[in-house]
């Protein structure tokens, strides 16, 4: 996935999820946040952060932000990333053999599952999640509590009742990561729901990512630990 028209800024801070006040060029900027989670661990004032200018002159805030260096890592926060780099990687990847039919935004039961694969005579739902958490190289979701997030997890061991298979891709919108695990002293319940998804036969997948100031592709597999 390749982002245009990108700057570098300074953060400065943020006054409410949907946008934060940034340093470019000299000038304070208010920017679009595309991230409405807590982030607190990333947009620390001073930080590094990249920018998109948008095209449209009819917009409120002229730039989105999109990625943050937090020490040494580059780390892409934009929420609607991930769904599109899974994307990508699913028609790229040839993890899952003669794909044939890929549909975003598939309606099941009460749900609206992230994407729809049908692939080697099989039927998959997938959920995608992306993480921007990391802590001492181990990546964890969810940042803040997400009843939405147990829900759609509860949603997928039913699709497995009737007969799909069923995924749960994890994002890690950064690199130089070494496990992944739920976080489960901020939401007991999502590890728990998780858990029990394993038990049950769903696929859990998590994968880091090679992450630039412009782009953001998914890299290798990462274990896992529930």
């Not at 580059?74 to 053999?97: C, G, H, L, R, T």
């Not at 964890?140 to 829900?151: C, E, I, M, S, Y």
Request: aromatic content about 10%.
């Amino acid at each position: 996935m390749q982002y245009e028209n990108m700057e570098k800024g300074i953060f400065l801070d943020r006054p409410n999820r949907f946008i934060a006040n940034v340093e470019i060029r000299g000038v304070k900027e208010v920017c679009h946040v595309k991230n409405t989670g807590r982030c607190r661990e990333l947009l620390t004032p001073h930080a590094s952060v990249y920018v998109q200018k948008s095209n449209n002159p009819n917009r409120k805030t002229k730039y989105d932000l999109i990625g943050v260096i937090k020490g040494d890592i580059m780390i892409n926060m934009d929420s609607q990333a991930p769904n599109k780099v899974v994307q990508e990687w699913i028609q790229e990847s040839n993890y899952f053999k003669n794909v044939t039919y890929i549909k975003p935004e598939m309606k099941y039961g009460k749900s609206r599952f992230d994407f729809y694969v049908e692939a080697d005579g099989k039927k998959i739902y997938m959920e995608v999640k992306g993480v921007t958490l990391e802590e001492n190289g181990t990546a964890r979701f969810p940042d803040a509590p997400t009843q939405r997030g147990v829900k759609h997890i509860m949603e997928l061991i039913g699709c497995l009742e009737e007969g799909y298979e069923a995924y749960i891709f994890f994002v890690i919108q950064m690199n130089q990561i070494n496990e992944f695990r739920p976080n489960d002293l901020t939401h007991p319940e999502f590890g728990d729901a998780l858990r029990l998804a394993k038990k049950a036969g769903v696929h859990i997948l998590a994968y880091d990512s090679i992450v630039t100031e412009d782009s953001i592709k998914i890299d290798k597999e990462i274990t896992v630990i529930l």
